[in-house]
């Protein structure tokens, strides 16, 4: 019995570091995405490369609205990150996606969403559009708009 006990403990044990190992790089991802997109909100840099805002691999970027949520094209991708809650009205995502590793990044900005596209973008073009609140309502949150650049050569 006592065996038992031990081995029940070692698992459990090696489940939690993982979780914490998983929930570290969660963290990770997402305080640098946002701590970089608050610098160029400081900056006024209201525009550039989004693999700036970055700090690991992805091949393409993925827009998810409030009540959205992964469809089939995600399946088979070991996702990093909270995916918001479908019901969710006030929570949009990014989801970037490595396809050699099929690892992929939940990432929710601290800015929001202002276009109504929401596919998926290629990393060599995508460029980000921030637009402050107006002054009136400083308040506000700034949003972002993802774009692609059409002169990048393919």
């Known amino acids: 019995m006592k065996r038992i006990l031990i081995a029940l403990a070692i698992v459990l044990l090696a489940g939690l570091a993982l979780k914490l190992q998983s929930g570290l790089s969660i963290t990770t991802q997402q305080k640098f995405f946002n701590a970089s997109l608050e610098a160029a909100i400081k900056s006024q840099k209201n525009n550039g490369n989004l693999a700036d805002l970055t700090n690991f691999r992805w091949d393409d970027v993925c827009i998810f609205p409030p009540y959205g949520g992964l469809d089939d ?40 969403y202002t276009k109504i596209d929401f596919s998926c973008l290629e990393n060599k073009n995508v460029k980000f559009e921030l637009t402050p ?19 990048v050569d393919e």
């Open 133 to 151: 609140p107006p002054a009136t309502r400083p308040q506000e949150r700034t949003q972002m708009a993802l774009t692609v650049d059409e002169s």
């Open 73 to 112: 094209e995600h399946i088979g991708y070991n996702v990093i990150g909270e995916v918001p809650d479908s019901q969710d009205e006030s929570r949009w995502f990014l989801l970037f996606r490595d396809k050699l590793s099929r690892q992929a990044y939940a990432i929710q900005p601290i800015v929001w």
